[in-house]
């Protein structure tokens, strides 16, 4: 997709692009020969794995679950009271 124009001595060092810009030209004959085959891929199509989430859908599920467990303690506290009021004699 794109050549560069820069090259590198025998320490490793860079030398700097000698026209505008940062060194990197297209290559439009590569994006001609892209565009035209739909078949060509640059890189595979990674593999896909089971049950794989993000972290933001675990934390969602882990606060939605954590809300569903305190309405379930929520309720089981208000049954309780309920039955130790009729348990004395009273109404609800």
Known sequence: MARKTWGGDKDGNASLPQGPG???????????KVNADPTWKSTPKPRSRWLQYRLRTLMVLGCGLGWFGREVQRVRAQREAAGAIEKLGGGI
């Open 22 to 32: 940062l060194g990197v030209e297209v290559d439009e004959f590569m994006f001609e």
